[in-house]
């Protein structure tokens, strides 16, 4: 199953949903018309009821689509998550190429929610070096304390792409990193196109993984190159305290980031970023010059 945020409103659209960002339309489900009112229209809230959704829109019937979606339609598949952790150096190449050593343990900060956005988001660089992370983002479908990593795919009620913009002057100044302001400007999380539920993917766990800039691809690897996949990802957090349905999860980047380059490259005003994961979909989203 693929959800999706049509203009603030759940709809249950098909697997071409992935490539929607590159033009053209697909047919969807509106689920409050849908479920006759039983369940509601908003993105967000359907986490807390994940289980009995699920079961219901087992029997729904996309040749019954009352929804005409196009890329500007969409929003971020969990628009108002409680919490939203991103993950650090969860590829042993990446935290080489920033001259840091593979961490134990997962390193992790935030993103504020503010900065969530859809997969065709235009992104206004502020002034400074903004760079670009291609991430496999997971979205909390039931709540989590001290889950065994052996059950920790049950809690997760599916994944999207995500792409976590950063600002690296912000995030390095001072005598402590700013990592979770720099990377909240406005639009500097898009995710989707659509919430993928993990029993369509082939290897949920091995999933090839990469992003472009007008063309020119500049990361690419697979998510089971993560150093702590995501059943480890949900076992960790929720030892130490309660997921709840609707979080989100930026689980890291592959190595190719600009910083990590010799000259150092980051984003101009004009390009657009493609960020694509196997089975799941791809995000294009074009910057412009900030204020």
């Known amino acids: ?13 098909p697997g071409a949903i992935a490539s929607i960002v590159d033009g053209g339309t697909v047919d969807g489900v509106d689920v409050e018309r849908a479920s ?9 809230e359907i986490f807390a009821r994940w289980e009995e959704f699920e ?10 689509a009352d929804v005409t979606v196009t890329a500007a339609d969409l929003g971020p598949v969990a ?29 992790t900060f935030t993103k504020f929610p503010t900065c969530l956005a859809g997969p065709a988001a235009s992104v206004n660089l502020p002034p400074g070096s903004v760079d670009w992370e291609v991430e496999l983002v997971a979205v909390v479908g039931r709540l989590a304390r001290n889950v065994a990593r052996a059950d920790a795919w049950a809690h997760v009620a599916g994944v999207a792409v995500g792409q976590d913009f950063s600002e690296r002057e912000l995030q390095m100044v001072g005598p402590a990193p700013q990592f979770s302001l720099a ?5 500097f999380g898009p995710i989707g196109p659509a919430l993928v539920t993990p029993d369509e993917l082939t290897d949920r766990d091995d999933l090839a993984i990469g992003c472009a800039i007008d063309g020119e691809s500049v990361q690419s690897s ?35 980031v600009g910083m990590g380059r010799d000259p150092k490259r ?6 657009v970023v493609v960020s694509e994961i196997e089975g799941v979909g791809r995000l294009r989203n074009p910057t412009t010059a900030g204020g």
């Open 266 to 271: 980051f984003l101009k005003p004009g390009e």
């Open 222 to 256: 697979r998510t089971s190159m993560m150093l702590f996949d995501v059943p480890t990802l949900v076992a960790h957090l929720s030892s130490v305290l309660t997921l709840l349905p609707g979080d989100v999860i930026f689980t890291g980047t592959p190595s190719g």
């Open 79 to 107: 628009p108002h998550p409680a919490q939203v952790f991103a993950i650090g150096l969860n590829y042993a190449a990446h935290a080489a190429e920033t001259n840091r050593a593979a961490p134990t343990s997962p390193p």
């Open 183 to 187: 990377k909240s400007y406005p639009n």
């Open 1 to 13: 199953m693929r959800i999706a945020n049509v203009d603030g409103r759940l709809t249950i659209v």
């Open 55 to 64: 079961s219901w829109a087992r029997d729904v019937d996309l040749a019954a």
């Open 36 to 44: 006759g009112g039983r369940f509601g229209s908003g993105p967000q």
